[in-house]
């Protein structure tokens, strides 16, 4: 596909006709430094490159370079390739209904032209000199013969320079970072015969060298560490054929964060993929949690769209429930044909630092003293996952213990929730509360009740209290998360974490704040991590504090799914109702609600 792409002697690019124009005209597709890398990078994978090498400054607002080892283009070609909607990859409105390359719209350089200043330095192999072409907002202002190495560099300086409302919107230079990091480190999954190189400020941020397979840049990209959790996936049909890797249930994450998904060699976001892998775990992971996933899809370009975004980062499939429940059934497959249940491992006594803590499950306190890693839970046998009793317990007993530390403060005004006049009747679904007050059926969400009841307890008292660690834990990051860590690192040192860098992608934790009592695994703080990943732009440090925060509470609160028992949910309500504001949790959602008898009347028609 692309060698024959570029083993054409003639000139390749073309302007298109209004009508195939008009189908494809996407709009803006430069929204953010990451938009500009990625259409670059399509443009380096479809010119059949081996090497590409990313440069930036200024968090890629300053500059950004993108350096490929591909088949280069002719002065002709340099020289239409910054009007929109000129492109060698497609000829008529029915190429559309088989794109076989990355790029496609022929919008990307005049995008990118249209908000910086873009210079493009290409040859081809048979060509003697090579060309270099300048542009910006005004269009091409020069076009001159130059010496070159055979392939394409583009240098994009001054991003947004004439549209500075789209730089006010910019998130921090790290997050930035993070987004391209991100982008390339996909791209190195999905691509392992390119190597890719990452450069930020002068520093070496991602090296992903050429390799055989996609789990030989798993390795390199995420650590040993999840690559010895994944099962192999290869599953083919009449439709799809499937293959890369998911996780056993051992490793999870609180978002997606740890899922990649290709089409066609295309990084896409798929919801409807993550779901279709997560009903193949059935029961093997619990609420909320999501396992790690690298999966390529190899599908009939005739039955995938797209087209309906401009980033090209969605697709529509006109067979989308039966490519999905092929997804879910090689899940199935691989994880009912694997060993699931995680094995006792014991520490080395000579070893500092060991990679995984697990809280034990029963009182024999030698077993945590010599480190012996007691499993939670055995995944052979699908059961409804219920967090242990004893977690509960520990949860609730910790922001007890912060509250009874803090002076009650006078509110301006009494709650009307007052928890005498509370009568607790019992538990719904394990995640509701279900009591009577003044004549009210009252329903309390657990969950974010106590995420109240920790996030005001961590407010008024950021110097908590912290508790070293019996035994380090040991963080092996990937390049997207060790970026987005290191922003955030000063204001969780300054809540209680301990975190010191330990090798090139390892980070040590040595102490933790009090309320998580003691650290059942890594997860607590790679969810802190993948939390912190998804919040929008930062003004300051005070919001910076406030998703910290709110993050901590939401991680040491009682989960949805814990079955309480009645004098735990009245110790909850207690608690509840010493909050300056008890009905909503830091994330704005309800922490309860109430029926009156009439309401109640009305719902069962009731007339007397």
């Known amino acids: 596909m692309v060698d024959d792409a570029c083993d054409v002697d003639s000139n390749r690019i073309h302007l298109l006709d209004e009508s195939t124009i008009s189908k494809i005209a996407a709009g ?51 020289s239409m390739a910054f009007k929109k909607h000129t492109t060698s990859k497609l000829s008529s409105i029915d190429d559309l209904e088989t794109v076989h390359t990355l790029g496609f719209r022929g919008e ?8 910086a200043k873009v210079t493009l330095t290409t040859r081809r192999s048979r060509d003697v000199a090579g060309t270099k072409v300048t542009a910006g907002s005004d269009g091409v202002e020069s076009i001159s013969e130059v010496g070159a190495p055979v392939g394409t560099t583009v240098e994009v300086a001054d991003l947004f320079h004439s549209t500075p409302a ?45 390799t055989a397979n996609m789990f030989d840049n798993i390795v390199h990209i995420h650590g040993a560490e999840v690559a010895r959790s994944l099962v192999p996936i290869v599953w083919e049909n009449d439709l799809v054929k499937i293959s890369g890797y998911v996780s056993k249930p051992e490793l999870s994450r609180s978002g997606s964060d740890l899922q990649s998904f290709y089409i066609n060699g295309r990084s896409i976001s798929s919801k409807a993929i993550s779901n279709a892998i997560r009903l193949g775990y059935y029961t093997l992971l619990p609420k909320g949690r999501y396992p790690a996933a690298f999966l390529s899809l190899k599908i009939d370009p005739s039955i995938v769209d797209v087209n309906v975004h401009p980033r090209k980062t969605e697709v529509r ?46 009182e024999d306190e030698n077993k945590f ?22 977690d509960t317990e520990r949860r609730l007993k910790a922001s007890s213990r912060l509250q009874s530390r803090l002076e009650s403060s006078p509110r301006e005004e009494e709650s009307a929730f007052v928890a ?87 980070y040590v934790v040595t102490t933790v704040p009090i309320i998580f009592g003691r650290m059942g695994s890594p997860d607590v703080v790679h969810d802190i991590v993948s939390d912190l990943l998804s919040v929008g732009r ?21 989960k949805a799914g814990a079955v309480c028992n009645k004098e735990q949910m009245a110790d909850l309500i207690r608690q509840l109702k010493n909050c300056k504001n008890p009905y909503t949790c830091p994330h704005g959602r309800p922490t309860m609600i109430s029926f009156a008898r009439e309401e109640l009347d009305r719902m069962f028609k009731r007339t007397g």
């Open 28 to 78: 803006e597709v430069i929204e953010r430094p990451a938009s500009a890398v990625k259409e670059l990078l399509d443009n380096s994978i479809d010119a059949g490159a081996t090497e590409i090498k990313v440069e930036i400054e200024g968090s890629g607002v300053k500059k950004i370079s993108v350096r490929d080892n591909g088949c280069g283009m002719s002065h002709v070609d340099a």
């Open 108 to 115: 990307a350089l005049s995008s990118m032209s249209a908000v």
């Open 166 to 210: 789209r730089r006010k919107y910019l998130k921090s230079s790290r997050t930035e970072l993070a987004h391209i990091t991100e982008v390339l480190t996909n791209y190195a999954i999905a691509h392992p015969n390119i190597s890719f190189t990452l450069i930020n400020e002068g520093k070496i941020v991602l090296r992903s060298p050429a």
């Open 317 to 362: 499939l006109s067979h989308e429930k039966e490519i999905m429940d092929a997804v879910t059934a090689a899940v199935e497959k691989a994880l009912s044909s694997t060993h699931l249940v995680p094995e006792i491992k014991v520490k080395d006594k000579h070893s500092p630092i060991q990679k995984v803590l697990y809280e034990p499950v029963d």
């Open 369 to 390: 003293q010599n480190n012996i890693q007691v499993p939670t839970r055995v995944f052979e046998e699908p059961a409804p996952y219920h967090p242990p009793t004893k």
């Open 420 to 506: 005498d006049d509370v009568k607790v009747m019992g538990q719904f679904e394990d995640l509701y509360i279900v009591a009577e007050v003044e004549k009210k059926l009252l329903l309390i969400d657990q969950h974010a009740a106590h995420e109240r009841i920790m996030y005001e307890r961590v407010l008024d008292s950021r110097d908590m209290g912290w508790q070293e660690l019996l035994n380090p834990v040991t963080l092996e990051l990937n390049p997207k998360e060790k970026i987005i860590l290191e922003e955030f690192i000063p204001f969780l040192e300054e809540v209680g974490f301990s975190i010191s860098e330990f090798g090139p992608s390892t």
């Open 538 to 558: 930062i003004k300051d440090d005070t919001e910076i504090y406030g998703h910290v925060f709110s993050t901590m509470a939401c991680r040491a609160a009682i």
